[in-house]
Every structure is written in C-alpha cells, then in structure tokens.
T-cell receptor, first 114, second 114 residues
Framework: DAMVIQNPRYQVTQFGKPVTLSCSQT?????MYWYQQKSSQAPKLLFH???????NEADTPDNFQSRRPNTSFCFLDIRSPGLGDAAMYLC?????????????FGDGTRLSIL | AQKITQTQPGMFVQEKEAVTLDCTYD???????LFWYKQPSSGEMIFLIY????DEQNATEGRYSLNFQKARKSANLVISASQLGDSAMYFC???????????WGAGTKLIIKP
C-alpha cells in the first residue's frame, strides 16, 4: 500500500506552460519535502514544510512554488518551466526533523518539457 | 569539502555474492544519523537502513547491514546474498543535528550479474 503517492507518474508540458505536480501521504507525517533529481545525480532539496511552516531553499528558482493546503497534500507549481527543469521530482515525508527520522519517498514524477 | 563520499561510481557483482558499498562522511557534529537509500531505474527512492551516531551496534534490516566505524567515519552498506532485484543506484545520506537537510552522496550504481 503506497504511503506517499505522487501524481502523475509522468508529466509532459510545453516550454513556459505552468504545471502542477501533486503529492499525498497517508502517514500523517508533519514534514513534507520536494526534491528535484536530474539524471545520475543525488536529489536536491527545493523546499519543505514543517506543518504549515514553509521553508524555501536559497537556490530554489523563483518560478518554483509550493502549497500545502492540509497535512495530507502538497503541491509543486512550476510557473514557467524551462528546458532545464526537466527532471524527476520526488516528494518525501518524515514524522519530524529529528536526525533519526528517515524520509519516505513517493515514486516520483518524471517531468519532460517540449 | 564533500561531506558524504561514495568512492565507487559503479560496481558489478555476481548474483548470490555479498557486496559492500562504501560510504565515508565528514562532520563535526557529535550527534548525527546515517541513512542508505536504494533507487531502482524506475525512479522511486526506497529507505533501507538507519544508523545513529550513538548506536553501539551495527544496524541490520534483513539482508542489509551497516558496517559502522565511527572513528574512521565510515558507514558501509553490506548486502548479503545479492539478488538480481538489487540492481539499482544506492545513496548514502547524513542528517546532522545542526542541519535539517539530508546531505547526499553521489551514489553507487550496482549491477548484479546472473
């Protein structure tokens, strides 16, 4: 039973056309994360929420935004995708930000830009 | 300086053999956690095993064990009796008490040969 669910699994959009990726969780975890992962690289943290507190990484591009309307759902909005935004986007959750808390990931959304 | 170093970009291992994936880390924190994740070619990121800096015993989870040598700052993953399904990218990651982010290594691509 999937506990962190990402939709869609594959997303194709046009250059400059806004796109939204979604993530939901059944773990009731407090923290939700969005990562970008390019081919053969480690994931790169874009933002995270601790409950409703939003934390944006300093080098996250301005055209990336996020929403967390409730505990279960989190969205990644890319306002004007460029070719460089083609990547795998991973959503993760953790119970807290304690150092012993693993992050649990969804299956990812692979984003392509035409 | 690299905080997590995985020196093996790729490894080939015969099925049923044991395999050790290397990970060394660098931190001045006394309190930290170490994680291993598996990422098959399908893209999902799977949490495998955790070791806390104060844990005296090496962590084990089924066929996975973590060879933790604190003085040498190494946290190698050992997979016993490898299977074809173990073929994947493996990431070592660290969470320091002083930093909410997971710090990732570059990963090791493991291929199990039949």
């Amino acid at each position: 039973d999937a506990m962190v669910i990402q939709n869609p699994r594959y997303q194709v959009t046009q250059f400059g056309k806004p796109v939204t990726l979604s993530c939901s969780q059944t773990l009731n975890h407090n923290v939700m994360y969005w990562y970008q992962q390019k081919s053969s690289q480690a994931p790169k943290l874009l933002f995270h929420y601790y409950d409703k507190d939003f934390n944006n990484e300093a080098d996250t591009p301005d055209n990336f935004q996020s929403r967390r309307p409730n505990t279960s759902f989190c969205f990644l909005d890319i306002r004007s995708p460029g070719l460089g935004d083609a990547a795998m986007y991973l959503c993760a959750t953790s119970r807290s930000q304690g150092r012993n808390q693993p992050q649990h990931f969804g299956d990812g959304t692979r984003l392509s830009i035409l | 300086a690299q905080k997590i170093t995985q020196t093996q970009p790729g490894m080939f291992v015969q099925e049923k053999e044991a395999v050790t994936l290397d990970c060394t880390y660098d931190t001045s924190d006394q309190s930290y956690g170490l994680f291993w994740y598996k990422q098959p070619s399908s893209g999902e990121m799977i949490f495998l095993i955790y070791q806390g800096s104060y844990d005296e015993q090496n962590a084990t989870e089924g066929r996975y064990s973590l060879n933790f040598q604190k003085a040498r700052k190494s946290a190698n993953l050992v997979i016993s009796a490898s299977q074809l399904g173990d073929s994947a990218m493996y990431f070592c990651a660290m969470r320091e008490d002083s930093n909410y982010q997971l710090i990732w290594g570059a990963g090791t691509k493991l291929i199990i040969k039949p």
